[in-house]
Each structure stands twice: as structure tokens, then as C-alpha cells.
């Protein structure tokens, strides 16, 4: 099965400072992969994604990078901003014959963003 | 409406006790899922519905049973936990077809505890 390992487990920066989290994948067949940003006391909510014919993806200060050769991909946040501050979770789904999709996520980064 | 949303929001249950989760959603959407995410660690599927149907138990104990009535409501039915069930409960849907289908959207959990 696969399996997606997420680096690194904390990361502080300060405000307005970009934060890099990155993640590999085992099973080189995944072809979808998104990002969960995870609240305090709330579900996971999905921020960006990106599939595997495409390289990178931005949606104003978030941008997804994949690299299929290296089996990585990696989530940008720039300029970082106090309410970034969350648990963030990489996942891989591989491709799958039914109609829901399987996703393996990453053990999680603790992301603060400090004043 | 782009919400899943979960009830109760907390639940304490003794070892002996019934009771049932319940998820909805009204997004058309035609993939729903459960999850069980412990303290610090990224959420791990339980089982997907696929048209009403059960596509996926990730060899849950049988003392978890979930239900599909329709396509916007999932249940989860509990009985005999132990205290190690306790846990964050996570529904979660996609629309299960097209270039969308495998984007998962999360409810904000049920936070279970098993005395």
C-alpha cells in the first residue's frame, strides 16, 4: 500500500516569514494529492491539491509543488500570517476503479507563526 | 452549501452503552466516508460508501457499524467500546465522479469518549 512521510513535525516562523512542508510518497502510481489544514477542535479543511500531470499549483499565498520523478511534494504558504497557525496534513490517493477516493495522509506539521 | 455536518459534537458512553453518530451532507455528493483520529495523529479511514453502498471496512471491529440510509446521511453505530475507541470521529464526503471527484470535504468531528 502506499505510504506518505511528512517533514517537518513543527515549524515556527514568524509573521510574514514563508513556511515550507514537505512530503514523499511510496507508491509512485498516486496520482492525487491534497492538503488539509486541521484547526483546534476542528474537522480537516482542504486548502489545495494537485494531480499528478501537473507540476505546481498556487492559490494566493498557498502554492503546491510535485515532483513525480522524486516521488515529493511540498506545500509553500507565503507570507505568513497569525491565523495560519494549524496542524497541516499532506495526503496520496492512489487511483482507484470505484467512485471514492483512498487517501493515505502524512503524520501532520504543527505550524506557528509567531508576532 | 459546501458543509458536512456532524452530530452530536460530544459524546461519553459507558462500555455497555448504544449509541450512534450521524453525518449529513447536501452537496449531491455520492462517496461518503468515516474516520477515527487520535490525539496528534492524522485521521484513519474506517470505511467508505460509494452510492449507498460499502465499499471499503478497513477491518473495523465489529462493534462499529456504520449505515447509509440515503446519499446525504451516514451513520455510525456503536456498541461494546472499549475505552481505546475514544477518539475523534470524522465524516467526510466527495462527489465521487469528474475532475472533483476525489476532493474530500470534512464534517467537524464528533468527539468521542469511552469511560
Known amino acids: 500500500g502506499e505510504n506518505v512521510e511528512q517533514h517537518p513535525s513543527t515549524l515556527s516562523v514568524q509573521e510574514g516569514d514563508s513556511a515550507v512542508i514537505k512530503c514523499t510518497y511510496s507508491?509512485?502510481?498516486?496520482?492525487?494529492f491534497p492538503w488539509y489544514k486541521q484547526e483546534l477542535g476542528k474537522g480537516p479543511q482542504l486548502i489545495i491539491d494537485i494531480r499528478s500531470n501537473v507540476g505546481e499549483k498556487k492559490d494566493q499565498r498557498i502554492a503546491v509543488t510535485l515532483n513525480k520523478t522524486a516521488k515529493h511534494f511540498s506545500l509553500h504558504i507565503t507570507e505568513t500570517q497569525p491565523e495560519d497557525s494549524a496542524v497541516y496534513f499532506c495526503?496520496?490517493?492512489?487511483?482507484?476503479?470505484?467512485?471514492?477516493?483512498?487517501?493515505?495522509f502524512g503524520t501532520g506539521t504543527r505550524l506557528q507563526v509567531t508576532l | 452549501d459546501t458543509e458536512v455536518t456532524q452530530t452530536p459534537k460530544h459524546l461519553v458512553m459507558g462500555m455497555t452503552n448504544k449509541k450512534s453518530l450521524k453525518c449529513e451532507q447536501h452537496m449531491g455528493h455520492r462517496a461518503m466516508y468515516w474516520y477515527k483520529q487520535k490525539a496528534k495523529k492524522p485521521p484513519e479511514l474506517m470505511f467508505v460508501?460509494?452510492?449507498?453502498?460499502?465499499?471499503i471496512n478497513e477491518s473495523v471491529p465489529s462493534r462499529f457499524s456504520p449505515e447509509c440510509p440515503n446519499s446525504s446521511l451516514l451513520n455510525l453505530h456503536l456498541h461494546a467500546l472499549q475505552p481505546e475507541d475514544s477518539a475523534l470521529y470524522l465524516c467526510?464526503?466527495?462527489?465521487?465522479?469528474?475532475?472533483?471527484?476525489?476532493?474530500?470535504?470534512f464534517g467537524p468531528g464528533t468527539r468521542l469518549t469511552v469511560l
Open positions: 495526503a496520496a490517493s492512489l487511483p482507484w476503479a470505484g467512485t471514492a477516493s483512498k487517501l493515505t
Open positions: 507508491d509512485s502510481a498516486s496520482n492525487y
Open positions: 460508501y460509494s452510492y449507498e453502498k460499502l465499499s
Open positions: 467526510a464526503s466527495s462527489q465521487g465522479m469528474g475532475l472533483a471527484g476525489h476532493e474530500q470535504f
